[in-house]
């Protein structure tokens, strides 16, 4: 099926007489006529629920969709876009192992990598999406498990050349991480271009009402663990957390992954999306597609007109022509990028507040990517934890502001812009 068709109906297929809407099943536990029945699936022998916490019917029939979505093997959903990208690297990486990661990721996953995760004893070496080969190549190391980008960086809205990093990925015998929040399967399916796990933060366009905190990780089965039993034993060797089973003698190629992120890390860490919170993702599954199209057109729109206005100073959009990322956007994101614009107002850091706080349209919220537009300072609000140079480092500057383009009639969005820029005396 097609993508706009997997986004209204894919991972649920009703039989007679059954909801066709997904049902919210709100329940933690699950009955068993037998004790050996259930135990059967704490082995992992047999396939069935038992408590929400590792696994819940709704949840899984979205992360379903996902998977179609992304065009991948196996999915899971996650309580919040932090916990997706905290399992996705954890599943594979224990203290003592290193990460490559692009530098221009969103605030949140580099602290949680370049702090949290460090205190875990994993260390990341973060390298500038565009620098050369040589560059690239020699962030790699003897215990490297794992490359990590974002299709389209928060808020930095660089394109990461992910065709190039998987490869480079997979010379060293290691999978590409891709966070494809901002382009959604809609725009991008890094699968296609040699990623091998996609992670979301669903609580963006896939929610795309800002009404639920959400993650997802999508395996596209393509890795081959068992090529580097010396890296990944955790796939490979006997958990004995569970009566010696490993995971891709199990499960395969396509089911490994996501059900050791699900075995290990659900069980242990506990974070769940809930079965209400993926009943409403699914219903902004429903028009993803015709949202993203809209919030793209839009973008575009609003990215073109401040450009050729005198009291901007610069604008970043990836599908404009004389953007550093143009080519890449033709080759990955030929169908649209996304929602999100930044740009900088002449006269700095003042004039961009001046200029958020008379907008009317647009809100001031830390948030990105829903249907209504909105816009925030990332240098004094989501990466105010970050010193100029890693700032700089993250492609964020002070006077960057992140207008994320909802999917109102445009000429409401365009006014408003220009009656908060004619208010300014630059
Ligand atoms: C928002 C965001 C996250 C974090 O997701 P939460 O759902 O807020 O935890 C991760 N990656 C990207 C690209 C994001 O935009």
């Known amino acids: ?78 309580s919040s876009g932090q916990a997706a990208n905290f399992y996705a690297i954890f599943n594979i990486c224990s203290c003592g192992d290193h990460v490559v990661a692009a530098s221009t990721i969103y605030g949140g996953t580099f602290n949680l990598f370049a702090v949290t995760m460090k205190r875990m004893g994993i260390e990341f070496t973060f390298v500038d999406p565009r620098c050369s080969d040589e560059e690239l190549n020699a962030a790699f190391r003897e215990n490297t498990k794992a490359v990590f980008g974002e299709t389209i960086a928060n808020p930095a809205l660089i394109v990461f050349d992910i065709e190039r990093f998987a490869n480079a990925a997979h010379a060293h015998g290691v999978p590409l991480i891709v966070d494809n929040t901002f382009a959604t399967p809609i725009n991008c399916r890094p699968f296609e271009w040699g990623a091998d796990i996609v992670t979301h933060s669903t609580t963006k366009y896939m929610d795309g009402h800002a009404s639920a905190i959400g993650g997802c990780i999508v395996d596209s089965g393509k890795f081959d663990w068992t090529k580097y039993p010396d890296k990944f034993p955790g796939l490979t060797t006997p958990d004995e957390s569970y009566h010696g089973i490993t995971y891709t003698e199990r499960f395969g190629l396509g089911g490994a992954y ?62 404009l022509p004389d953007s550093p990322d143009y080519a890449l956007a033709q080759k990955y994101l030929k169908d649209g990028s996304c929602g999100v614009v930044s740009f900088g107002v002449k006269g700095g850091r003042e004039a961009a ?56 009639d445009i000429d409401d969005i365009l006014s408003d812009i220009e009656q908060s820029l004619a208010k300014l005396s630059v």
């Not at 001031?364 to 480092?393: F, G, W």
Request: charged share 20%; hydrophobic share 40%.
């Open 258 to 319: 996501i059900t050791k992120a699900t075995a290990q890390l659900m069980r242990d860490f506990g974070s769940v999306q809930s079965p209400q919170s993926a009943f409403l993702l699914n219903l902004g599954l429903e028009s993803l597609h015709l949202r993203m199209k809209r919030h793209c057109e839009n973008a575009k729109a609003v990215a073109l007109y401040l450009k050729n206005h005198p009291k901007i100073a610069w604008v970043n959009f990836c599908e």
């Open 353 to 408: 507040a001046e200029f958020m706080k008379n907008l009317k349209v647009a809100s001031i919220v830390t948030h990105v990517a829903d249907a209504k537009t909105c816009c925030l300072h990332p240098a004094s609000t989501t990466h105010r934890q970050m010193n100029d140079e890693e700032l700089l480092a993250a492609g964020v500057s002070a006077d960057l502001i992140r207008l994320s383009v909802g999917i109102e």
């Open 1 to 78: 099926m097609k993508q706009d068709t997997i986004c209204v109906q894919g991972g649920y297929s009703p039989k007679n007489g059954e909801p066709r809407q997904i049902p919210i099943i709100q329940s933690t536990t699950f009955k068993y006529d037998t004790g050996e029945a259930m135990g059967k699936l704490f082995d992992l022998e047999a396939d069935g629920y038992f408590y929400s916490r590792l696994q819940n019917p709704t949840c899984d029939t979205v992360a379903k969709k996902i998977a179609e979505l992304e065009g991948g093997t196996a999915a899971m959903l996650t």
